[in-house]
């Protein structure tokens, strides 16, 4: 099984500050990787697909980037409607899996 | 612009099952796979299954084999998620989550169920 680990597992941050998160996996994963923010009572929303790619309608403030098993989130300039929990996620295909890492939790100071 | 709808909220006992739904609208249904992601209090979002109800083959976290069942209707439109022999560390709000690419395994969950909370007590 491919595991996931993030850095930091927290992070204040001030408003107009950028922000990076880390995902490391244990195999080398190409570019499949998403990431995902996860604020309290609402459900998950997607932000990047395949490392790097912006959803359509996402703040162009977010963006991924890395392949292999080393990935960065940034969010370029934060915002105060960007606290939340933030989650890469793999998957693989032989057999199919899809596995989230364990998130980091943004808060705003 | 597609929408997931779940189920209600659920109180069940230990050693009981839960099943749990999710109907999709706008848009085609059977080619775009479908899985369940759930948070239990205080965790992290965890992938249980998912579906590709074209095809109705299905694919399961080795945590739950055994345990979770995931269906669909394609005359309905709706996956299932049932889940048994309940414990309380299966209290968790439930996801489904669907993809863009059709006929394939979940790759992104581009759209998400509103959750459904699921309860276990005595």
């Known amino acids: 099984d491919v595991q996931m680990t993030q850095s930091p597992s927290s992070l204040s941050a001030s408003v107009g500050d950028k922000v990076t998160i880390t995902c490391q996996t244990s195999?080398?994963?190409?570019?499949?990787l998403n990431w995902y923010q996860h604020k309290p009572g609402k459900a998950p929303e997607l932000l990047i697909s395949d490392a790097s790619n912006l959803k359509t309608g996402a703040p162009s403030r977010f963006s991924g980037s890395g392949s292999g098993t080393h990935f960065i989130f940034t969010i370029s300039s934060l915002q105060p409607e960007d606290i939340g929990t933030y989650y890469c996620?793999?998957?693989?295909?032989?057999?199919?899996?899809?596995?989230f890492g364990p998130g980091t939790k943004v808060e705003v100071k | 612009q597609v929408q997931l709808v779940q189920s209600g909220a659920e109180v069940q006992k230990p050693g009981s099952s839960v099943k749990v739904s999710c109907r999709a609208s706008?848009?085609?249904?059977?080619?775009?796979?479908v899985g369940w992601v759930r948070q239990a209090p205080g965790q992290g979002l965890e992938w249980m299954g998912g579906?590709?109800?074209?095809?109705?083959?299905?694919n399961y976290a080795q945590k739950f084999q055994g345990r979770v069942t995931i269906t669909a209707d394609e005359s309905t439109n709706t996956v299932y998620l049932e889940l048994s022999s309940l414990t309380s560390e299966d209290t968790a709000i439930y996801y489904c989550a669907r993809d863009v690419v059709p006929r394939g395994p979940l790759a992104a969950a581009h759209y998400w169920g509103q959750g459904t909370l699921v309860t276990v007590s005595s």
């Open positions: 195999h080398d994963i190409s570019n499949y």
């Open positions: 706008g848009g085609a249904f059977s080619p775009y796979p």
């Open positions: 996620q793999q998957y693989y295909n032989m057999p199919p899996m899809f596995t």
């Open positions: 579906i590709i109800p074209v095809f109705g083959t299905t």
